[in-house]
């Protein structure tokens, strides 16, 4: 008989306690926040101190939001639930932020070429000749 160490087997019990109808919508919103915002932040969206802003806002507010969660008359309620939703996402904001702030590229600008300029054909000679 093949026995599981003690650490595997003491947590064995805590994944039958785990509410998936909740675990996995957030975890599944946290991690799309987390992959979106630094994309538009390679794309060049925002500033970066605008993601450094919106980085600072999200990490206080997530900590007087996880003070609130942790309150005696919220723990284990319906509000704590969407209290405690509320937390995580702003956390997946923050570090969303971060890591944004680390990949941000600074759009170019060109005078002389746009990007709908690349798309366009050369012109025709015999077209030209007829506007002039």
Not at 22 to 33: E, H, T
Not at 94 to 118: H, K, N
Request: aromatic share 10%; charged share 10%.
């Amino acid at each position: 008989m093949m026995t599981l160490p003690f650490a595997s087997s003491s947590l064995l019990p805590a994944l039958w306690a785990l509410n998936f109808g909740v675990i996995l919508p957030l975890a599944l919103s946290c991690l799309v926040l987390i992959a979106v915002i630094p994309s538009a932040a390679l794309r060049g969206k925002l500033n970066a101190p605008a993601y450094a802003l919106i980085l600072f806002g999200a990490a206080v507010a997530a900590f007087f939001t996880g003070k609130l969660s942790g309150a005696e008359s919220v723990h284990g309620t319906i509000l704590g639930v969407v209290v405690s939703f509320i937390f995580f996402l702003l956390v997946a904001t923050a570090i969303g932020c971060f890591f944004g702030m680390l990949i941000y590229r600074q759009p170019s600008f060109d005078s002389e070429s746009t990007s709908s300029d690349e798309n366009l054909s050369p012109s025709v000679s015999a077209l030209d000749k007829d506007h002039n």
